[in-house]
Every structure is written in structure tokens, then in C-alpha cells.
């Protein structure tokens, strides 16, 4: 699967995390446990969503981010220790437990810059939280920096065109806005100022004419900063936005029928004789499909005996009466009933010993006797028979967030759907079985699912 690179789906732009300055010390707040809490959320966060970009990435890159995983758990165990016995026992400073925090956050953003991945992973809105979260921990602060951008990728039929900035922007004020430079193919160039949100947030509307499906929108921020108390200069940071293209998805759905000729019917060439008497009173049986069809038919090179069933179950029965006039039973024949799996009867054939029936009356007993035929049909599979018939073949479009509908008609038995998603480098392929046992299924991006008869699929 090829997946973008450089294309700036991910720009967010943690170009310098300065906690800590080899310039003359600035007097420092005290980190709270409380703080550290909502950092092991937020990091904690931007390690699962890692775990949805594991699944639309090569085996190499899949690896690299395992490793920035493993180094974020490492990272949330040296704040958990710091939370629950402090600095000192912990025996960690200040500076290196943000250096490791913001070591692991340079380096999935380092990554995420590389690649450029799908849109709908949630690793953005991680950082942005990241973001927001150190910048409510009270430590030292110096220099202008950017955290995060978003949105990354833009819809272009988006309502809300809002393009926001995160970091931490000490000398903005009316006098000194910080700007935004903003460039696109066959578009020149212009300057906006950039509002100030809450939430150490600053942005502006995109401009609609920057709006060109599938092209980048290339900004240039321009943060002012102080220096040496009075002197106002400005931060230059690169950052970036897509606009995704509408139609990503399409979809090869392949509908599939049972195939006609798979199933043969088959009737067993003579009946089943089952029988009480004397020597086996009782006889009561639940027999199967699959055995009836091994002795009856035995043959297993044209059908596959395994799948039997019935199709149909004639019989018929025969009882002996009683014995003698009075005080015995007769002979008993009951078909119970039959599924397509099994098929069961009850034989009954009590014996009678010498009793008197009267005074001058008597009965020399006996036995009696009870008899069931069974004649069944079989539906048996045919070997050499394909399982399937093609029903219905289509190719679909789809824009992302959206639902498509395909009719597959009452025949349908088995679908196969391969779904793509392409944007133009970024590029992530999946195939999916719906059955009628099993009528849903999913993947990463998309879900498809029939509901009566109509097979829907639901992209994100």
C-alpha cells in the first residue's frame, strides 16, 4: 500500500518544545500532580489512536511506530512514578521528564510528517490535545512555539473553514497580531491576520478560493516575539493543509447466488426397516441425515455425504394387537417427526406371560410386535460443483462520511466487497465477505452491511 509522503496530511508542526533555556534562569512554577494527570490522559490517548495507523501502513513504518508506542508507555510509567512520589523520590527532574515527553512527541510528529496518513486515524486531535494540555502545565516558558495545526485535511464542502494554530504565544497582542501568509496553485499569494481563540489557539476562515480539491494550501505563520524586553521580532513556522478529494472510496462489490446445480435430490432406493418383537421390546431412535445417507445411499465419490439432509421422510407402520383377550397391550409403532438433520420413531413391543382372565378364564400371554419403514429424500452436494454463482457485479463511488446503497435481490448469498481508498498518494485497500449467516463486516475505513436484501456500506 502506498501511503503519502511529505504530503503534510499530519503537519503538525512541534518545531520547539522550549521548556527549558540555557539563558539566565526564569523563576519556575510548581508542576502539580493534577497537571501530570491530564498529560497521562492525553498521551495515553495519542498511543491508541497510534493503534488505527498500525493497520494502513507497511510492515517497516508499522514497526517504527510500535517503537514510539512502547517509548510513550515509557514515558506515561516516568510521570505515574512522579505523580505518586514526586520529583524527588522519583528521583527525576523537571527538565528531563519534559525533555522525554517532548523528545516522544517530536518523534511522532517526525513520523507523521513522513508518511502523511489517513485522515480519519485521530492522531490530530491527539496532538492538539497534547498541546493544549502542556501548555496549562505551569513550567518555563521563552520563546514563541507552535504545536499543532488543524484541520490537516480539509473537506472541500466544509461548512466550517476555521484553520486553527496551538502553541504557546506569549507576545501577541493588538499591536503585534501574529499573521498567516497563504499560497495555492494558481493562486497568488495573501496575508491574513490571525484572531486569537481560548484555548491557546489562534486562526482564521480559509479564504474559499484556496479551497481547490486535491491541492495543498501552504501557509507561512508569522508569530511575533520579544526580544531583549522591548524589541519585537517575529517566528516564521511552515505549515500545511490538503483539501481531500471528494470521490476516495470506490468499491468492487461482487454479489454471488447459491449455484443451482450444487444441490442434487436424491431418493433412497429402499426403505429403512426398523422393528420390536420379543428379542428388542423397546426400540426408540433418533437417526441423522448424514448416517441414513451413508448406509442407504454410500455414495461418496458423486456427493459429498457429509452435507445431507432430508428433504422429505415417507413412512408408514405396522403393530401387532394384543396377545390374548384381556390384560396385555398390543405391539406400538409412533413416527415422531423429522428436520432436515434427524429423524425419530418409537417402536413398543411388550410380552404377555400365562394370567387368568376369569374364574374358568385364562390367557396363555405372548409376544407382540411393532415395524416402521422410512423412505427419505436427501438433499446431498454434488461434487465438482462450484458452491457459487455470480448474481450481480458493480463498481461503486463514494465520497467519505457518506452511504451507499446497492440492491442485491432476494438470491443473494455470499457478497465480496473490495474497497479503496485513494487520495493521491495515500492509497489503502481492503476486502470484506458479507453472508447471510453473518451479514456485517468492517474494516478500518468503511463498513458494509445488508439489511433486507439491500447492501449498505458506510464509509468514515
Known amino acids: 500500500m502506498a501511503l503519502m509522503h511529505k504530503t503534510g496530511v499530519f503537519v503538525v508542526c512541534f518545531l520547539m518544545l522550549a521548556y ?3 539563558s539566565p534562569p526564569v523563576a519556575q512554577a510548581q508542576v502539580h500532580a493534577a497537571d501530570l494527570a491530564g498529560l497521562v490522559v492525553v498521551l495515553g490517548q495519542l498511543r491508541q489512536n497510534l493503534d488505527g ?19 510513550l508507555l515509557q514515558v506515561i510509567a516516568e510521570l505515574d512514578k512522579v505523580i505518586k512520589e514526586g520529583l524527588d523520590k522519583a528521583q527525576i527532574t523537571e527538565q528531563k521528564l519534559f525533555s522525554d515527553v517532548n523528545d516522544v512527541v517530536q518523534r511522532t510528529n517526525d513520523e507523521l510528517e513522513k508518511k502523511g496518513y489517513l485522515a480519519y486515524i485521530g492522531v490530530s486531535s491527539s496532538m492538539v490535545n497534547v498541546a493544549t494540555t502542556l501548555e496549562g502545565i505551569p513550567f518555563v516558558k521563552v520563546k514563541a512555539y507552535l504545536f499543532a495545526t488543524t484541520p490537516l485535511r480539509l473537506n472541500p464542502d466544509a461548512s466550517d473553514k476555521l484553520v486553527s494554530f496551538y502553541g504557546h504565544f506569549p507576545d501577541i497582542d493588538k499591536s503585534h497580531p501574529a499573521t498567516v501568509e497563504v499560497e495555492t496553485a494558481g493562486m497568488t499569494k495573501k496575508k491574513y491576520d490571525l484572531a486569537v481563540y481560548v484555548g491557546n489557539q489562534i486562526g482564521f476562515q480559509l479564504p474559499s478560493e484556496y479551497i481547490k480539491e486535491g491541492q495543498f494550501v501552504e501557509m507561512r505563520v508569522s508569530i511575533p516575539t520579544v526580544k531583549y524586553y522591548v524589541w519585537h521580532t517575529t517566528e516564521d513556522i511552515k505549515a500545511r493543509l490538503y483539501v481531500e478529494k471528494r470521490n476516495a472510496f470506490t468499491f468492487k462489490v461482487d454479489a454471488y447466488q447459491e449455484n443451482p446445480a450444487l444441490w442434487a435430490t436424491v431418493v433412497a432406493p429402499n426403505e429403512r426397516h426398523e422393528r420390536a418383537d420379543s428379542n428388542r421390546t ?13 448406509s442407504m445411499v454410500a455414495d461418496n465419490t458423486k456427493y459429498n455425504m457429509e452435507t445431507a439432509v432430508f428433504a422429505s421422510m415417507a413412512h408408514r407402520e405396522a403393530q401387532s394387537g394384543p396377545p390374548c383377550h384381556c390384560g396385555c397391550n398390543g405391539g406400538s409403532a409412533s413416527f415422531a417427526g423429522f428436520d432436515a438433520n434427524t429423524v425419530s420413531f418409537s417402536l413398543s413391543a411388550p410380552t404377555c406371560g400365562f394370567h387368568m382372565c376369569g374364574v374358568f378364564d ?12 422410512l423412505k427419505p429424500t436427501f438433499k446431498v452436494k454434488n461434487r465438482g460443483v462450484q458452491e457459487t454463482a455470480a448474481l450481480k457485479s458493480q463498481e461503486l463511488s463514494g465520497k467519505r462520511r457518506s452511504v451507499i446503497d446497492f440492491d442485491l435481490g432476494p ?16 492509497q489503502y485497500q ?13 474494516s478500518e475505513l468503511w463498513k458494509a452491511e445488508v439489511v433486507n436484501d439491500q447492501l449498505q456500506i458506510q464509509t468514515r
Open 411 to 426: 438470491q443473494w448469498y455470499i457478497v465480496t466487497v473490495v474497497g479503496t481508498f485513494k487520495d493521491q498518494d495515500e
Open 20 to 22: 527549558y533555556v540555557a
Open 53 to 71: 495507523v498500525v493497520n494502513t501502513v507497511d510492515a517497516e513504518t508499522a514497526a517504527r511506530i510500535s517503537q514510539l508506542q512502547t517509548s
Open 430 to 442: 481492503r476486502q470484506v465477505t458479507v453472508t447471510k449467516g453473518v451479514p456485517i463486516a468492517n
Open 282 to 294: 423397546s426400540n426408540t431412535q433418533t437417526l441423522t441425515a448424514k448416517d441414513l445417507f451413508s
Open 362 to 373: 385364562s390367557c396363555g400371554g405372548g409376544g407382540t410386535d411393532a415395524d416402521i419403514w
